[in-house]
């Protein structure tokens, strides 16, 4: 049975998707996924969506800096390479486009690895806003690019430039 609840963040509100044994999904509840999930899951909490909460509370309070909570995102065998690989993207460090597709050994496969990007289904915690163009400059983000200025301004300890950032 697969649920959602909602979560207050200092980004908005977040969904909190839930298998019962994973977390499968977490979405900003402005993103285009929130329907869909909400017309085929029940509304309730559940020791994956508390644990959950509870992680993303203290990262957000920057008293935590990775998750262990179960992951379990659906995906093509592509995008999930991807998202295993944005995971080693260490806190409050980016990475290119092209260094994912290298580490992946698929180095001319950029552009496939920016798709995979945008179709992650966990955000935050399967770290997609630490990955930046070659330029170095901030590409695209599902959440919006003050999310993931926001995101990265907090993981580099500038919790004030965040706190000004910060989308209601």
Not at 90 to 113: C, D, K, L, M, N
Not at 136 to 150: S, V, W
Request: charged share 20%; with cysteine; proline share 5%.
């Amino acid at each position: 049975m697969t649920r959602w609840l909602t979560h207050s963040s200092p980004l908005g509100e977040l969904i909190l998707v839930s298998n019962g044994e994973a977390l499968a999904g977490l979405l900003f509840s402005d993103g285009r996924k929130v329907d869909q999930v909400r017309g085929e899951a029940i509304e309730t909490s559940d020791t994956i969506i508390d644990r959950t909460r509870r992680q993303l509370d203290a990262f957000f309070g920057r008293r935590r800096r990775d998750f262990d909570v179960p992951l379990a995102p659906q995906g093509t065998p592509f995008q999930l390479r991807v998202w295993r690989a944005l995971q080693r993207v260490p806190y409050g460090e980016v990475a290119s486009y092209g260094a994912i597709a290298t580490a992946i050994r698929r180095p001319s496969a950029s552009r496939a690895v920016g798709m995979a990007n945008g179709a992650n289904p966990i955000a935050i915690i399967v770290p997609c806003h630490r990955i930046i163009g070659a330029s170095g400059h901030l590409t695209g983000y599902g959440g919006g690019l003050d999310r993931k200025r926001f995101l990265l301004a907090l993981e580099q300890g500038q919790g004030q430039l965040a706190a000004r950032v910060a989308v209601a």
